[in-house]
């Protein structure tokens, strides 16, 4: 197994006013052909404490890289630190000053002297070409350790990491990363865990995580192995597993969006949905409209955030918000059929509940939500209790509705879930 | 001077699949006191590697963080960590276990024994309390070091850090980095750079950097000063000359947000707004009703996605659509009127565009989108050309949507913007 080590150099990093991109990318491509990252370590532009990162590295990982710290504006701390780590001096590379004159005089600006220095290198550095930018990426052998040095900007990152680094380290290993993602809503990660976790006992090399936000838990599934079509038949298989055993809970896989799979199931039988919300305030169609090609399944949106408007708009009758309140079932059920009578929809959406933080009472608290969707006197209309913030109340309840009417759709037209 | 190391634990910070935004949080919230980040370091979810990371960090920092690796699949691996450090068992603690479960109970959830760990901690741990969530925070104090302890999930870690650790730590340092933002929109960053430089070059001493958006430029100016309210006043003179020179661009500072401001200016008049919304799809309304008290002034939102729909539901004419098309000055000048007549608002916003990525013509490319907002026979008209990405197009228009608005209300009611 081939072990790395991710080094990221500069101020802006460490005060956090620039978040470190980077080292993600590069973990990722890392990972991708079966060389891991056990530490990411992240120094300003500063020479003591790059070269004693570098230090520690040298003593834990196969593969070492650094990144930023180049670059004319940088003091070029880098350069500086390899120097003084491998005790040599700088060598002048004329051929690169003149490639970079070259670039400057065909634009038409003139040439800062400055970048003198983005021609000189470390003598003992074997330099990688950088095809989005003038600062070279460099190599450092230390026995059988190989150091990569490459500047900070994403974009010239990527471009040495993919079109130098990749290339060369493909080839000492055999190992490839193979990875799926399970996304469900609904269930707390705690219940998924007792739920599904003996699922994965069969499979013990296969990693899982939980990967929790307040709209779901995604579940990561990771292999490791040489041959990629078996490990992608161990994890497909496990997904299917999952998918069987919650199919409330799992909405989709991969790439699949909730919005996304319940578009779809609209789309293959040529239906139309309606929404009619009131807490979530236009969110529920904004997510179905995130959808490229949701004009064929959606038409109508009605947003009833006052309760004269769910009369005038959507027809509930003033007696029963005066006696249930916006925030019950029986408006949720005149909801539903408002939006259905004063639309060409087949299916509708119906959302009221207290956002929040404002608003609650003893009967009725704050994150109290009522839910219904369905189609012509086919309604399913739940209660839901959510917490006390308002925007993630909102994002809880589209999340629970749109879920709520991927389960309907599929029990009317499969039969079952 | 008090120099903090931040440490960052779990698989999926080092696989790079999560992007480690947590240190950049602390690292900003310690700055802000005068606590300066030399050292960042991810490890994994591994007992050596989190213990080697805590005595490098010892060895050279005052104030440590240790982020992640709590929680109930995590293994707990930070924990294990810690009690090994210091060489003890773990105490457990009845009455959290008891609020846990009652928690559950509330909404209606089984309790998972999982949640056991969740109620022990390192016997030497002082706890910190977490109002996020169900993972206390810990401190361990080793002579004159602090080790700050916190799961790694973002909202969680923010609660602790804001509201336990930084009260904390602020009476243990003089000082004092004051920052404040100034939100923009509709301008890009170099015209807005060409604009406004030259009011920054009376003061030398703070630090300017621009944060492009799709969405607007915010500007943040940050001072380093032992008299906060020196810094404060230097600061504010700096916003309020920027605001006064660039009034269309500028929405707002500090925890502002557009449709906060636009909220305000309604409130402040007993106005109210409706929505007339095609290609946003309802992001709009959601946009307004993400602020608490919204309903003080949004009452409907129409999202009419289709064609026939902006007929029946806002009376577009049916030549207009036929001759000029959704997207045209004509069916938004209809779109506002029918929005103002149905409805008991005072103002009107409404939007239609190709949102794409599909649906473009050569006369009517992708992102193409007319936005108008007014209040009866007073309508401002404008056509906006965004991008290619279907949901920064939403956003785009949003934005844009709103700021004409506020810019509309500005004029209308305090003569000039």
Avoid at 318 to 342: F, Q, Y
Wanted: aromatic share 6%.
């Amino acid at each position: 197994m081939i072990y790395a080590e991710l080094i990221s150099i500069g101020d802006e990093l460490l005060s956090g006013l620039t978040i470190d991109t980077n080292s993600a990318f590069i973990a990722q491509q890392f990972e991708s052909i079966g060389i891991f990252s056990r530490w990411k370590t992240t120094v300003g532009d500063d020479l003591d404490d790059i070269c004693g990162a570098l230090e520690s590295a040298l003593a834990r990982a196969d593969v070492i890289t650094l990144t930023g710290g180049l670059g004319p504006t940088h003091d070029d701390m880098t350069k500086k630190a390899l120097c003084r780590h491998f005790n040599v001096g700088t060598k002048f590379y004329p051929e690169i000053l003149e490639k970079m004159r070259l670039r400057f005089e065909r634009r038409g600006y003139p040439f800062p002297i400055i970048n003198r220095n983005q021609a000189e290198y470390p003598e003992v550095a074997e330099l990688m070409h950088n095809s989005a930018g003038s600062a070279q990426g460099m190599i450092f052998k230390v026995g059988e350790k190989q150091i990569f040095v490459m500047p900070g900007v994403p974009r010239e990152m990527k471009a040495i990491t993919t079109e130098e680094i990749l290339p060369r380290l493909m080839n000492q290993t055999s190992h490839r990363m193979v990875r799926m993602e399970i996304h469900t809503t609904g269930v707390p990660e705690s219940q998924l865990f007792e739920q599904i976790h003996e699922i994965f006992e069969a499979e013990p090399a296969v990693r899982v995580a939980y990967l929790p936000k307040h709209t779901g838990v995604t579940i990561r599934l990771s292999l490791a192995d040489e041959a990629e079509a078996s490990a992608r038949a161990i994890l497909s298989n496990l997904v299917e597993k999952v998918t069987r055993r919650m199919p409330e809970g799992v909405f989709g896989s991969g790439n699949d969006t909730l919005p996304g799979v319940v578009g779809e199931l609209l789309k293959l039988r040529h239906l139309k949905v309606a929404t009619a919300e009131s807490c979530t305030g236009g969110l529920i169609a904004s997510m179905i409209t995130d959808v490229s090609g949701s004009s064929d399944y959606f038409e109508t949106g009605f947003v009833t955030y006052a309760d004269k408007v769910k009369q005038s708009l959507l027809g509930v009758p003033p007696d029963v918000l005066k006696n249930e309140g916006a925030v019950s079932e029986a408006t949720i059920r005149h909801m539903l059929a408002g939006a259905l009578e004063r639309t060409s929809a087949d299916y509708a959406i119906a959302v009221s509940g207290i956002a929040g933080p404002t608003g609650g009472t003893p009967e009725k608290p704050v994150g109290l939500v009522w839910i219904g969707v369905g189609r012509k006197d086919d309604f399913v209309v739940k209660r839901y209790q959510f917490g006390r913030d308002r925007v993630m109340n909102k994002e809880m309840t589209a999340m629970a509705a749109l879920n709520q009417l991927r389960i309907k759709l599929q029990q009317d037209f499969v039969g079952c879930i």
